[in-house]
């Protein structure tokens, strides 16, 4: 596969068995135009049900609003939506750099130590038994009314995926190149930098994937702890106020975030992982009739 990589780009993709674990799964995920277009039809479609089903059954406005009076709610304030946006955006990406940092540390520490794998690895997996959200009062306590609990709850949220996904990734690096440089009596860095995070890295993407919407989620739920402030609560405000079209207009604006973030991260994966995207059939039919 890597010598196919090679031939076509005129690269050459790190070498390792984790350079190709999660392959299949980049060809389920990856988003073609005519699914694009699929997706987007089947919204607009069930978009106008929804109309047509309100209007037809004169169901009050505060209960279940027409989607037309959501996109009015979301046309008549942009100012108010985008002030909220902008916190969510800033705690969920803040609480994801945490996440993301606190992932690789850990489980670079544990591929490097066993001592340190038997004592962070079932501290960490028993943390995630623990509810996040009972941790938000404490967290106010300790950190006060401003945006860094919030940032914690994110990143609390985010971590496990990406810390699990980068252990992984770490621990998947090619036997024989670990061997080959530690008979050259290469150092522990650059085992680890030319060996096991190159073999990593589609983890890695994997992890920052999940990481990104559970982020955004993380936010959303951080802001209903107590806060005046972000989309989550928006939503709680309006629906203290019966005002359900600007609820499901927080909702659709989250929403578009996280997709538009899961777009993001997949786009970042394309650009660092070029290698491990799967080539269209035709192409791979030609080249594996080639080796035959």
Same mark, same amino acid.
């Given at each position: 596969?890597?010598?196919?990589?090679?031939?076509?780009?005129?690269?050459?993709?790190?070498?390792?068995?984790?350079?190709?674990?999660?392959?299949?799964?980049? @060809?389920?995920?990856?988003?073609?135009?005519? $699914?694009?277009? =699929?997706?987007?039809?089947?919204?607009? /479609? %069930?978009? !106008? &049900? *929804?109309?047509?089903?309100?209007?037809?059954?004169?169901?009050?406005?505060?209960?279940?609003?027409?989607?037309?009076?959501?996109?009015?709610?979301?046309?008549? @304030?942009?100012?108010?939506?985008?002030?909220? $946006?902008?916190? =969510?955006?800033?705690?969920?990406?803040? /609480? %994801?750099? !945490? &996440? *993301?940092?606190?992932?690789?540390?850990?489980?670079?520490?544990?591929?490097?130590?066993?001592?340190?794998?038997?004592?962070?690895?079932?501290?960490?997996?028993?943390?995630?038994?623990?509810?996040?959200?009972?941790?938000?009062?404490?967290?106010?306590?300790?950190?006060?009314?401003?945006? !860094?609990?919030?940032?914690?709850?994110?990143?609390?949220?985010?971590?496990?995926?990406?810390?699990?996904?980068?252990?992984?990734?770490?621990?998947?690096?090619?036997?024989?190149?670990?061997?080959?440089?530690?008979?050259?009596?290469?150092?522990?860095?650059?085992?680890?930098?030319?060996?096991?995070?190159?073999?990593?890295?589609?983890?890695?993407?994997?992890?920052?994937?999940?990481?990104?919407?559970?982020?955004?989620?993380?936010?959303?739920?951080?802001?209903?702890?107590?806060?005046?402030?972000?989309?989550?609560?928006?939503?709680?405000?309006?629906?203290?106020?019966?005002?359900?079209?600007?609820?499901?207009?927080?909702?659709?604006?989250?929403?578009?975030?996280?997709?538009?973030?899961?777009?993001?991260?997949?786009?970042?994966?394309?650009?660092?992982?070029?290698?491990?995207?799967?080539?269209?059939?035709?192409?791979?039919?030609?080249?594996?009739?080639?080796?035959?």
């Amino acid at each position: 596969m890597n010598h196919l990589a090679s031939e076509s780009t005129g690269r050459t993709a790190p070498s390792g068995r984790g350079a190709r674990a999660p392959g299949w799964t980049r @060809a389920r995920l990856r988003l073609r135009p005519g $699914a694009v277009a =699929t997706a987007l039809a089947v919204f607009l /479609g %069930l978009t !106008l &049900a *929804a109309e047509v089903m309100v209007r037809l059954t004169q169901v009050a406005s505060f209960i279940l609003p027409p989607p037309s009076a959501v996109v009015r709610e979301l046309a008549e @304030a942009p100012a108010l939506f985008a002030r909220h $946006a902008a916190v =969510t955006i800033y705690e969920a990406g803040t /609480g %994801l750099v !945490l &996440a *993301a940092a606190a992932a690789l540390l850990f489980a670079a520490a544990a591929v490097h130590s066993r001592s340190l794998d038997r004592v962070l690895t079932p501290l960490v997996v028993v943390s995630q038994t623990i509810p996040v959200i009972a941790l938000a009062p404490l967290l106010v306590l300790w950190f006060g009314y401003g945006a !860094l609990p919030r940032v914690v709850i994110c990143a609390l949220i985010a971590f496990f995926p990406m810390a699990v996904t980068a252990l992984e990734g770490f621990r998947s690096a090619d036997p024989q190149l670990l061997m080959l440089l530690r008979s050259v009596d290469a150092s522990r860095w650059d085992v680890f930098w030319r060996v096991r995070v190159p073999g990593a890295a589609p983890f890695l993407a994997a992890g920052f994937r999940t990481g990104v919407t559970l982020s955004l989620v993380g936010a959303v739920v951080a802001e209903w702890t107590g806060t005046d402030r972000g989309l989550g609560y928006l939503v709680l405000s309006a629906n203290s106020r019966l005002a359900t079209a600007q609820a499901f207009g927080a909702v659709l604006l989250i929403t578009l975030l996280g997709l538009a973030a899961y777009g993001g991260a997949i786009a970042l994966e394309h650009k660092i992982c070029w290698w491990n995207r799967p080539a269209p059939a035709g192409r791979r039919e030609k080249k594996e009739k080639g080796w035959q």
